[in-house]
């Protein structure tokens, strides 16, 4: 448990580190780094933008849609490896952008059921919203609808979790009390999520 508690105060301190330093560009690199298939993810990166929001050190609107756009930005080469490589490649090679068939087709399923518009749903969704772009590239979406509703999605993502981040910012007296008080509870929930996502996420790769 400590190991686990030394990694996500690591990786929390690194977050508000680069976010602290850079400011809204470190927000836009990061989210970028995100749609780019690497696991880090925004329900980390969002929050902490927000604390630094409360803190009067950064804009919420500038956060949000610096946010946005750095989703556009890291969706950029999973469309066109997509685009450009077709189902077939990225059905061979995808494991090593941590893509699965899995992934491939759940979000083929949301394409299919919703059309264009899966591209703005999706971007509001824990993990689909990372992988939607290979599938976008595959079926060559329209780049003008694909970008758009990528940027939109992700700016009503970006909003909400922004938000939390703020409200916690200006609670933060309450949260440490809560987060003291069910340290041990709070870290071993989180760590048996993350386990069970890598857990089914890399079996998908696995069977690939």
């Known amino acids: 448990m400590e190991v686990i508690n030394t990694i996500l105060v690591h990786l929390i301190n690194w977050i508000e580190h680069v976010i602290t330093l850079f400011g809204p560009s470190g927000v836009a690199m990061l989210m970028a780094i995100e749609s780019c298939n690497i696991p880090l993810p925004s329900e980390a990166v969002l929050p902490f ?4 929001v409360s803190k009067g050190e950064m804009n919420f609107h500038v956060a949000a849609f610096a946010s946005a ?3 556009v930005l890291g969706s950029l080469p999973s469309y066109y490896i997509g685009y ?3 189902r077939t490649f990225v059905e061979k090679y995808g494991k090593y952008f941590l893509v699965s068939h899995k992934d491939l087709e759940d ?3 949301w394409v299919e059921k919703y059309g264009d518009w899966a591209f703005f749903l999706c971007r509001m969704l824990p993990v689909v919203r990372t992988f939607i772009s290979l599938p976008a590239g595959i079926l060559r979406a329209k780049k003008r609808f694909f970008f758009t509703f990528t940027f939109l999605g992700s700016l009503v993502w970006s909003y909400v979790l922004i938000y939390v981040g703020v409200k ?3 609670n933060m007296d309450a949260f440490k009390h809560i ?3 069910f340290d041990a509870l709070i870290i071993g929930i989180f760590f048996v999520l993350g ?3 890598v857990y089914k996420h890399f079996k998908h790769l696995k069977e690939s």
């Open 49 to 52: 933008a927000g604390y630094i």
């Open 179 to 181: 987060w003291h008080k």
């Open 69 to 71: 756009i750095g989703c």
């Open 84 to 86: 450009f490589g077709g």
């Open 107 to 109: 979000a083929d399923k």
């Open 168 to 170: 916690m910012g200006q």
């Open 195 to 197: 386990c069970m996502y």
